[in-house]
């Protein structure tokens, strides 16, 4: 028998939502691989592919895999005032917005937004430490995760790295010394997000290094806005541990502090750079801003999610929605589930934030590794597995996929 045609194989998956290119080139590579059979499975490959929702059962609230912070963005199609001022009629600067929100949040002076934490922390140096050197505790040379190392951020900034101390240890004298050495443009402290060293160890605080006379610059990564989570009606959680805060950091003598908006900070994904206005100006000056800087459609859920705070109302950001849901609600959640055995989990945050935090949840626990099937359906649930048991937690599912995982769990049985 001859093959079909391309065009008549791809007119026959019509019915899968792709666009007719996307269901000639499934038709093709069924062909080509002499199984025309396979076409609608190569569309649907195809189809499942694209960007798309998943449910995250795995307990990591800020799984940089699934996502991070999960976070409604949408804007009608219309012109914005981005960087126009409404007040004088002329040119504004996209940086008065959100930015603003972020100063009122954290007592800044200034702050400019930029598309992560990575690309604050390269533009600081770049604008403010290029050919000089930036003085670096040996315990806070790391690797952030996906790559993202302090010593070759550092190196394709043009800064030039000065170690200082030892990896346990590192003191004010330590950092006294390299400036008095080197000259140091700026004095860097590393928040430890994923790791965590213990024992015999030794740092020195922010605000003995503000004494030295050099700019400090602490990339925080985690991005909690304040200390007092005054946003959350139980106030600070426990789960917190000793994460610092931007506002206590800045207060406590930091020149500028970098951190990422979809970690703690639960917006979009974002880079903040904060602080004195002369070093966040001479940042938002750098031909590199030009290459870091996010479209309105991320500013504007940045927005949002600053005016939630400024609003003290945690419950409509989801991150903290979802990291504070009472594990009793949860229990409960998971019992009219009746899809397997209710069992208390450990949740976290994950991100590269509060390494060995664990936050109390709970879910449900299925004998078999079904993660295969889970992930088969039509939206995705991600769920961990544990020795041949797949474990189900609900602390980062919203509650309005609680039917969608149901739905996948009974698929796969
Ligand atoms: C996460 C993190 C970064 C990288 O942030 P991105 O927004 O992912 O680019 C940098 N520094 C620290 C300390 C971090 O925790």
Request: proline residues 6%; negative net charge; aromatic residues 4%.
């Amino acid at each position: 028998m001859r093959p079909p045609s391309v065009d008549s194989l791809a007119r026959s998956l019509s019915d899968i939502d792709l666009p007719p290119p996307l269901l000639v080139d499934a038709a093709r590579t069924a062909i080509s691989n002499g199984q025309p059979d396979s076409a609608r499975d190569e569309a649907v490959r195809l189809q499942r592919a694209l960007l798309g929702p998943a449910i995250n059962a795995t307990g990591v609230l800020l799984h940089t895999n699934l996502g991070r912070a999960p976070l409604a963005y949408s804007q009608p199609a219309k012109a914005t005032n981005l960087e126009f001022d409404l007040e004088t009629g002329t040119r504004g600067s996209r940086n008065h917005h959100a930015a603003n929100l972020i100063c009122r949040l954290t007592g800044a002076q200034a702050a400019v937004i930029v598309n992560n934490c990575s690309a604050a922390v390269t533009l600081v140096l770049a604008a403010l430490a290029r050919d000089r050197a930036v003085a670096v505790s040996r315990g806070e040379l790391v690797e952030i995760g996906g790559g993202f190392r302090v010593p070759d951020v550092m190196a394709e900034s043009g800064a030039r790295l000065v170690e200082v101390g030892t990896t346990n240890r590192t003191r004010l004298d330590d950092y006294r010394t390299a400036h008095q050495v080197h000259q140091a443009a700026l004095l860097m402290k590393v928040h430890p997000s994923n790791y965590r060293i213990s024992g015999f160890t030794e740092e020195t605080s922010v605000k003995s290094l503000a004494s030295l006379g050099v700019p400090v610059v602490v990339d925080l990564g985690s991005g909690l806005i304040d200390a007092a989570c005054s946003w959350l009606q139980e106030g600070r959680p426990s789960w917190l541990g000793e994460e610092p805060a931007v506002k206590q950091t800045l207060e406590s003598g930091a020149d500028l502090v970098t951190f990422s908006c979809d970690k703690l900070f639960g917006g979009p994904q974002a880079g903040v750079i904060a602080g004195r206005s002369d070093l966040v100006e001479a940042c938002a000056n750098h031909p590199l801003m030009r290459a870091f800087r996010p479209g309105a459609l991320v500013l504007n859920a940045l927005q949002q999610t600053a005016l939630a705070y400024l609003r003290r109302d945690g419950d409509s950001i989801p991150f903290w929605r979802m990291a504070q849901t009472p594990v009793t609600e949860l229990l409960s959640r998971a019992d009219a589930m009746s899809i397997g055995r209710t069992v208390h989990t450990m949740a976290m945050t994950g991100g590269g934030s509060l390494p060995g935090e664990q936050i109390p949840s709970a879910g449900v626990e299925i004998d078999g590794d079904i993660s295969r099937r889970l992930r088969d359906a039509n939206t995705p649930v991600i769920a961990r597995v544990h020795d041949q048991t797949t474990v189900i937690d609900l602390r980062t599912v919203d509650p309005g996929d609680d039917s969608l995982v149901v739905a996948a769990v009974a698929s796969s049985i």
